[in-house]
C-alpha cells in the first residue's frame, strides 16, 4: 500500500476479511511502499512465510531507477517469483517518483510534473520513457525469476494506477500510462504470465474485487 492506493488495498483486506473467507485460515499482511516495506516483504517471501502475495504497489520500482527516496532496491519482485507462490502483480503508484522537500529535487527533475505532496514529501510524474523502463524491469524480473510462471498475474488498471492519474488529476497522462502497460504486456508475451488490462482505476472497487478473485483462483490452483 502507498497513501495513492490506500483505498484498493484498505478494500482488499475488507473482503479477504469477510464471509465467505475463513479468516481463521488466514492472516493478511500489509506492506507500505516505502522502500523498507517492500525489502520486509521479499525477505519474508524468500523465508517461506508468506504464502500467497498480492504485490499491488510496485511504486519502489520508479524510485530505484529514477534515484527516487523510497527504493527498496535492484531485488524487488524477485522473491514471490523464484518461490513459485500464487502472486497477483500490478502497477499500483507507478505515476510517481518520490522525493523529499522540493529544493532537494535534482537539478535534471526541475522542469518536470512535481507534485508537493507536503513540505516534506515532493512527488514527480513518470514520464513515458521511464515507464517503459518501469515495465522493462518489473517484467524482466517476473520472466527471468519465475519458478512457476502459471502462478503469477499481471492486472493493469487502465482508469489510472492511483488516485492522483484520474481525468483531472495532476499526475493523469495517458501517453505514460500507455508506454508502461504496453511494455509490460510485449514484454511478458509467450512468458506463461498472464496480464490482464481492466477498464478501472486502481482504487475502484471492481478493481479491488478482480484482484481477489485472480488470487483466488491461483491459490485454488496452487
Avoid at 87 to 106: H, I, L, R, W
Avoid at 192 to 218: C, S
Amino acid at each position: 500500500m502507498f497513501g495513492v492506493t490506500t483505498p484498493c488495498v484498505d478494500t482488499i483486506r475488507h473482503i479477504l476479511s469477510s464471509p465467505p473467507y475463513d479468516t481463521a485460515k488466514h492472516e493478511i499482511y500489509v506492506f507500505h511502499a516505502t522502500g523498507a516495506g517492500g525489502l520486509a516483504m521479499e525477505r519474508l517471501v524468500s523465508e517461506g512465510q508468506i504464502d500467497a502475495v498480492i504485490d499491488l504497489t510496485t511504486t519502489e520500482v520508479c524510485d530505484h531507477l529514477s534515484g527516487g527516496v523510497l527504493s527498496a532496491g535492484p531485488n524487488r519482485l524477485e522473491a514471490g517469483a523464484k518461490k513459485g507462490i500464487p502472486m497477483v502483480v500490478s502497477v499500483g503508484a507507478c505515476d510517481m517518483v518520490n522525493f523529499g522537500p522540493k529544493d532537494t529535487v535534482p537539478a535534471k527533475y526541475k522542469d518536470r510534473n512535481l507534485l508537493e505532496h507536503n513540505p516534506a514529501v515532493t512527488l514527480m510524474r513518470t514520464n513515458e520513457s521511464e515507464c517503459q523502463e518501469i515495465g522493462k524491469f518489473i517484467a524482466g524480473k517476473l520472466k527471468t525469476y519465475a519458478d512457476k510462471p502459471e502462478m503469477i498475474k499481471v492486472l493493469l488498471p487502465a482508469g489510472g494506477v492511483s488516485m492522483i492519474d484520474k481525468p483531472g488529476q495532476p499526475f493523469h497522462d495517458e501517453e505514460a500510462s500507455e508506454a508502461l502497460f504496453g511494455v509490460l504486456e510485449s514484454g511478458l508475451k509467450g512468458s506463461n504470465i498472464h496480464v490482464t488490462r481492466l477498464p478501472n482505476n486502481v482504487n475502484d472497487d471492481a478493481f479491488a474485487e478482480a484482484v481477489v478473485e485472480t488470487l483466488m483462483e491461483l491459490i485454488t490452483h496452487s
